[in-house]
C-alpha cells in the first residue's frame, strides 16, 4: 500500500492560526485518513500546539516541526526530508480542502501512473485585484495581464487529457507528488533568501525536466482564504522595500528556468514593471517601482549566473 505524507508549510504566527485551525480540521474530516501529518512552522506557540491536539493527537506519525526561522524553501525541504510517504502531500496553511480532497488526489495516480505530480483545483475565496471587477479599469488590466507569464505561456502549455484531467506545466503549494519525483528535481532551491514567490513554479519547471508529468484533476477542491491583495498592499505601504525580494526572487526562478520560459521571460517582467506602478497608488509608496526595479535587475543577474544549470539535474541524495 502506497504510504501518505502530508505537510503543512506556515510560519505558525498568530495571524495564520486562524486559517490553520481550518485546515487541520478539514484534514481531521478526510475520507483518506492513514497519512503521516507533519506541521512545519518558524515558531511554535502554546497556541499551535493547542490546535494541533484538538485535530490530531501527538505522536510519531502526526508532528510539529520547528526550524526556528521563515524560509518556505529550507522549511520544506527539512519536513519532505523527515518524511517517510511515497507520495507526499504539500500544503499551504491557508486552505481547506473539501472532504474527500485526498482520496479523489490520491485515485489520480491510479488513473495516470506516469504522472509525477497531482494538482487539485484550487478556488481563490476572496476575488480581488482589477481583473476581478468591471470597468475600463478592468479591461486595461485584464489585456495587460496577458504579459505575464501565467496568462501566455503556461495557458498554451497545458494539455486536455479527459473531462477533469488536464496536463499542466506549474502548480501551487496544494499538490500531491510522488517522493521519486520531488528528489529527482532536487527539492526546493534553498539559495534564496524570503520575501519568496515563485518557488513552487521552479520546482514544477524542474520535476518536468526530470521527466515526470504533472497532471491537474478538476475534482479535488480546495479553497484559498486569503485576500492576497490586501495582504500585499498592507505589506508594501509597511515595508515598500519588501517588493524587491518578492519580485527578485520569482524573477530569479523564472530566468533560471529560461529554457522552458524562452522570450515569455522579457514580456513578465515588463508586466511586473507595469503592476509596480498598480501597487504604488494601493500603498502609497512612491518608492515601490524603484524597489520593483531593482529586484527584478538582481533577480536577472542571480538566474543568469546559473548557466543553465537548471537544464541539468542529478538526483537529490535520500
Not at 501518505?4 to 486562524?18: A, E
Not at 485551525?21 to 503521516?36: I, K, V, Y
Not at 524542474?206 to 508529468?213: E, M, P
Request: glycine share 6%; charged share 25%; net charge positive.
Amino acid at each position: 500500500m502506497t504510504s501518505v505524507s502530508i505537510i503543512v508549510v506556515t510560519t505558525g504566527l498568530p495571524s495564520q492560526l486562524g486559517c490553520l485551525t481550518n485546515l487541520l480540521d478539514s484534514l481531521s474530516r478526510q475520507s483518506a485518513r492513514d497519512f503521516e501529518l507533519i506541521i512545519a512552522s518558524e515558531s511554535q506557540s502554546a497556541r499551535l500546539t493547542e490546535i494541533f491536539q484538538d485535530f490530531f493527537c501527538p505522536c510519531e506519525r502526526h508532528r510539529v516541526i520547528v526550524t526556528g526561522r521563515w524560509n518556505k524553501c529550507k522549511t520544506a525541504n527539512r519536513a519532505i526530508k523527515n518524511s517517510c510517504g511515497d507520495i507526499i502531500v504539500l500544503l499551504e496553511d491557508d486552505l481547506v480542502l473539501e472532504d474527500r480532497w485526498l482520496e479523489k488526489a490520491l485515485d489520480t495516480f491510479n488513473e495516470v501512473p506516469h504522472a509525477g505530480c497531482i494538482y487539485p483545483k484550487c478556488i481563490w475565496v476572496y476575488k480581488e485585484g482589477s481583473t476581478s471587477k468591471r470597468g475600463a479599469a478592468s479591461f486595461i488590466a485584464k489585456v495587460l495581464s496577458k504579459l505575464s507569464v501565467h496568462e501566455s505561456l503556461l495557458r498554451r502549455q497545458t494539455r486536455r487529457i479527459n473531462e477533469h484531467l488536464s496536463e499542466v506545466p506549474v502548480f501551487t503549494m496544494c499538490v500531491a507528488c510522488k517522493r521519486e519525483a520531488l528528489y529527482q528535481a532536487q527539492l526546493f532551491d534553498e539559495s534564496i533568501m524570503e520575501p519568496i514567490q515563485g518557488e513552487d513554479f521552479d520546482l514544477a519547471f524542474r520535476i518536468r525536466a526530470a521527466g515526470y508529468k504533472i497532471v491537474a484533476n478538476k475534482e479535488p477542491v480546495a479553497r484559498h482564504y486569503t485576500k492576497q491583495v490586501t495582504k500585499k498592499s498592507r505589506r508594501f505601504s509597511k515595508e515598500p522595500k519588501s517588493i524587491e525580494g518578492i519580485y527578485g526572487s520569482e524573477t530569479y526562478f523564472l530566468v533560471k528556468n529560461r529554457g522552458s520560459i524562452g522570450f515569455y521571460v522579457l514580456s513578465h517582467l515588463l508586466y511586473r514593471v507595469v503592476e509596480s506602478f498598480a501597487w504604488t497608488i494601493r500603498s502609497r509608496r512612491i518608492t515601490i517601482p524603484i524597489y520593483c526595479m531593482k529586484g527584478l535587475l538582481t533577480g536577472a543577474v542571480l538566474g543568469l549566473r546559473k548557466c543553465g544549470r537548471s537544464s541539468r539535474y542529478e538526483p537529490a541524495r535520500v
